[in-house]
């Protein structure tokens, strides 16, 4: 299922530089555990959701953090 755009941009970004040190501290491990495993599997959705403005929890949790409201304001009486 495709799901419309729901992070906005500052959220994009925060999200994409979470997801890279969290990989970039996983790819630094001398020694893969569980914990790693799932650091980057959080660090993989976190780049996912950073680079395609998409989140599905955020989905689920009916969230939206996008700007939508880019439009004309004059319409509003």
């Given at each position: 299922m495709v799901i419309e755009r729901n992070l906005?941009?500052?959220?994009?970004?925060?999200?994409?530089?979470?997801?890279?040190?969290?990989?970039?501290?996983?790819?630094?491990?001398?020694?893969?555990?569980?914990?790693?495993?799932?650091?980057?599997?959080?660090?993989?959705?976190?780049?996912?959701?950073?680079?395609?403005?998409?989140?599905?929890?955020?989905?689920?949790?009916?969230?939206?953090?996008?700007?939508?409201?880019?439009?004309?304001?004059?319409?509003a009486a």
């Open positions: 906005g941009n500052i959220e994009r970004v925060i999200r994409l530089l979470l997801g890279l040190l969290f990989l970039g501290w996983v790819l630094t491990r001398q020694d893969a555990n569980w914990v790693d495993l799932f650091v980057t599997i959080i660090s993989v959705a976190l780049i996912l959701n950073g680079v395609f403005a998409r989140c599905y929890l955020w989905f689920i949790l009916d969230v939206n953090t996008c700007d939508n409201d880019k439009g004309d304001h004059s319409a």
